[in-house]
């Protein structure tokens, strides 16, 4: 089946520690997304990709980093400048950067820093 | 800048219920529109879209939304509502000039009474 697979459910890490969030697709899609999912807020967005080697930040990008050195796969570094990292994170992707495609989700990581 | 208004944060109805959701957005030239639904426990997924064309869209499950682009508006609709149609539901938006940058509302909280 194809799909986006992000990995570890849960995550917990204590203050001062960066930590990466894994985002793995095998639906061959070129771009992907970060967004960060709080109550109240609904989705943010926090780093795009178009196409591999190349990527865009979103609306709240500070104090995180990506890399997409493979077409399917779109790794999430909370660093130890994000103020308030303790969040659901969601990627996604989608088929094209200007096709009218819709977002594929993956199941979320939830990360939890003390 | 794009940005999506959801009016509306929790919503409950009871069964057989009709339901509106309020959705606004700011951006000044062409969009892309969707709305998205979170059952609980499941990851998010594409309830309609609207790229053109008919300003009615009509998706799964029996939920339409109607573009009114004098009103910056895609508000979504169901006649009667049923207790599985308890979620939380986002309105998102994609402008044509700024790529894949998809940005969502704050979502709306909606509970079925049994």
């Known amino acids: 089946d194809g799909g986006i697979t992000q990995s570890p459910k849960y995550l917990f890490r204590k203050e001062g520690q960066n930590v990466t969030l894994s985002c793995e697709q095998n639906l061959n899609h070129d771009a992907m997304y970060w967004y960060r999912q709080d109550p109240g807020q609904g989705l943010r967005l926090i780093y795009y990709?178009?196409?591999?080697?190349?990527?865009q930040k979103g609306d709240i990008a500070e104090g995180y980093s990506v890399s997409r050195e493979k077409k399917e796969s779109f790794p999430l570094t909370v660093t130890s400048a994000q103020k308030n990292p303790t969040a659901f994170y969601l990627c996604?992707?989608?088929?094209?950067?200007?096709?009218?495609?819709?977002?594929?989700f993956g199941n979320g990581t939830r990360l939890t820093v003390t | 800048a794009q940005s999506v208004s959801q009016h509306n944060h929790h919503v409950i109805l009871s069964e057989a219920a009709s339901l509106e959701l309020g959705c606004n957005y700011s951006y000044g030239g062409t969009v892309n529109l969707f709305w998205y639904v979170q059952y609980p426990g499941q990851h998010l997924q594409l309830l309609l879209k609207y790229f053109s064309g008919d300003p009615l869209v009509k998706g799964i499950k029996g939920f339409e939304a109607e573009f009114i682009k004098s009103k910056f508006s895609f508000n979504l609709r169901k006649p009667s509502v049923q207790w599985s149609d308890t979620a939380e539901y986002f309105c998102a938006v994609r402008g044509y000039s700024s790529a894949s940058k998809i940005i969502f509302g704050s979502g709306t909280r909606l509970s079925i009474r049994p």
């Open positions: 996604a992707s989608s088929i094209a950067a200007r096709d009218n495609s819709p977002l594929h």
């Open positions: 990709s178009q196409i591999v080697n190349d990527f």
